[in-house]
């Protein structure tokens, strides 16, 4: 824990495990079928090997938010159903679906562009999406039964077949959650009376899943819970029985002694107020350590928690550690799990005025992920 193999300038280490056991009691605890979500790279954490390890778990399905990212999948092997619900305006679905990729559908001319993309002997699968509150994609309810109806006629022609109806939550409130889903469960009844019966309706993603029971409907689609991150403000991984799965790590890159009055890093924002040594970690905001994080993001270094001291630049920022024993090689870990004593990516969301979906996101291209099984 305290050295990174020789040569390492930065890396992420997904520990795949946790993905794994993640999945594994999120399923148990919901009670439902659990279409994995690995858009984004898998919130940088690796897609391919994200889906592997959520599959491993128990996850059923996978998704994405558009087809590239479903034809990545293919292409590395992951054979699961996978759903993609974000398209480009006039695209053609004809070699998504060559490859049996599910389309989520926000409007009538999806519809059509998936219908057309069947073939003599494959029917599209679709999840027909709806617009209950959160005014992103989605059909609106104004045209649910336009859709429907030929959403229905399409299925029976042998050209679609409508697997799930689904929408997304505001997670506004519980109040404001329960009135979309009200509107989704109408418009589940009205589907049944255009006849569509599809064997999934999914609305919950992480959030609801653990905190609005009746929105799991038996498939809930979770994608920051698998990663072991939490979607509450007041609620730790560890009080969700959740593991992060991602630790952002550095080698110490230099250490500097230095007099009182020495400034650190651009502009000088933090000067030393004594004699004492500066540390350098080579991770900066190309690599997605946040630079709205300069003077208040968290790193251990050596096993000793400190604060980055000014500002973040593109590659590297400076630990003012005082008289602690550091040296060059010794491993600063900016995020990990929590219960090892590690600052956690919610620390650094907080110091940085973001949430932890956007920390593990965007870790960027340069940072080497090594794959661990703790
Ligand atoms: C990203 C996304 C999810 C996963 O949300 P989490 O909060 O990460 O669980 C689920 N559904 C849709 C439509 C999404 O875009």
Same mark, same amino acid.
């Given at each position: 824990?305290?050295?990174?193999?020789?040569?390492?300038?930065?890396?992420?280490?997904?520990?795949?495990?946790?993905?794994?056991?993640?999945?594994?009691?999120?399923? #148990?605890?919901?009670?439902?079928?659990?279409?994995?979500?690995?858009?984004?790279?898998?919130?940088?954490?690796?897609?391919?090997?994200?889906? &592997?390890? @959520?599959?491993?778990?128990?996850?059923?399905?996978?998704?994405?938010?558009?087809?590239?990212?479903?034809?990545?999948?293919?292409?590395?092997?992951?054979? @699961?159903?996978?759903?993609?619900?974000?398209?480009?305006?006039?695209?053609?679905?004809?070699?998504?679906?060559?490859?049996?990729?599910?389309?989520?559908?926000?409007?009538?001319?999806?519809?059509?562009?998936? @219908?057309?993309? $069947?073939?003599?002997?494959?029917?599209?699968?679709?999840?027909?999406?709806?617009?209950?509150?959160?005014?992103?994609?989605?059909? $609106?309810?104004?045209?649910?039964?336009?859709?429907?109806?030929?959403?229905?006629?399409?299925?029976?022609?042998?050209?679609?077949?409508?697997?799930?109806?689904?929408?997304?939550?505001?997670?506004?409130?519980?109040?404001?959650?329960?009135?979309?889903?009200?509107?989704?469960?109408?418009? /589940?009844?009205?589907?049944?009376?255009?006849?569509?019966?599809?064997?999934?309706?999914?609305?919950?993603?992480?959030?609801?899943?653990? $905190?609005?029971?009746?929105?799991?409907?038996?498939?809930?689609?979770?994608?920051?819970?698998?990663?072991?991150?939490?979607?509450?403000?007041?609620?730790?991984?560890?009080?969700?029985?959740? #593991?992060?799965?991602?630790?952002?790590?550095?080698?110490?890159?230099?250490?500097?002694?230095?007099?009182?009055?020495?400034?650190?890093?651009?502009?000088?924002?933090?000067?030393?107020?004594?004699?004492?040594?500066?540390?350098?970690?080579?991770?900066?905001?190309?690599?997605?350590?946040?630079?709205?994080?300069?003077?208040?993001?968290? /790193?251990?270094?050596?096993?000793?928690?400190?604060? /980055?001291?000014?500002?973040?630049?593109?590659?590297?920022? &400076? /630990?003012?550690?005082?008289?602690?024993?550091? $040296?060059?090689?010794?491993?600063? &870990?900016?995020?990990?799990?929590?219960?090892?004593?590690?600052?956690? @990516?919610?620390?650094?969301?907080?110091?940085?005025?973001?949430?932890?979906?956007?920390?593990?996101?965007?870790?960027?291209?340069?940072?080497?992920?090594?794959?661990?099984?703790?």
């Amino acid at each position: 824990m305290s050295r990174l193999p020789a040569g390492v300038l930065r890396e992420a280490t997904i520990d795949v495990g946790a993905i794994t056991a993640n999945v594994r009691h999120l399923r #148990r605890l919901t009670d439902s079928e659990v279409i994995a979500v690995v858009k984004a790279d898998g919130y940088g954490h690796g897609a391919v090997r994200s889906a &592997v390890a @959520a599959l491993d778990g128990g996850a059923s399905r996978l998704g994405v938010a558009d087809i590239g990212e479903a034809m990545a999948l293919r292409r590395g092997g992951i054979m @699961a159903p996978i759903l993609a619900w974000l398209h480009a305006p006039g695209t053609s679905f004809v070699e998504a679906a060559s490859v049996g990729v599910e389309l989520g559908i926000s409007n009538f001319d999806q519809l059509l562009q998936a @219908a057309a993309a $069947a073939s003599q002997d494959r029917a599209v699968g679709v999840h027909l999406k709806l617009e209950t509150g959160l005014g992103r994609n989605g059909i $609106a309810p104004e045209d649910y039964r336009v859709v429907f109806s030929e959403a229905a006629r399409l299925e029976r022609i042998g050209k679609l077949r409508v697997i799930g109806l689904f929408s997304h939550l505001s997670n506004a409130s519980a109040e404001d959650d329960r009135a979309a889903l009200g509107v989704f469960r109408d418009a /589940v009844a009205v589907a049944a009376s255009a006849g569509l019966a599809p064997p999934l309706r999914h609305i919950a993603a992480t959030h609801a899943a653990i $905190a609005l029971p009746e929105s799991r409907l038996g498939c809930v689609r979770i994608g920051i819970g698998i990663y072991g991150l939490s979607p509450f403000a007041n609620r730790s991984s560890a009080d969700l029985g959740l #593991r992060p799965a991602m630790t952002l790590r550095a080698p110490v890159a230099a250490v500097r002694r230095v007099p009182p009055g020495h400034g650190v890093s651009y502009g000088y924002d933090y000067r030393t107020d004594r004699e004492t040594t500066l540390a350098l970690v080579p991770l900066g905001y190309a690599d997605g350590v946040p630079r709205n994080a300069s003077g208040a993001g968290a /790193v251990t270094i050596a096993g000793e928690r400190f604060t /980055v001291s000014g500002r973040i630049a593109m590659d590297q920022f &400076v /630990v003012d550690v005082g008289d602690h024993p550091v $040296a060059v090689g010794d491993e600063a &870990v900016l995020f990990g799990d929590p219960t090892l004593g590690v600052p956690a @990516a919610d620390d650094w969301a907080d110091a940085a005025s973001t949430i932890n979906y956007e920390i593990v996101t965007r870790i960027g291209p340069r940072v080497a992920r090594r794959q661990v099984s703790a």
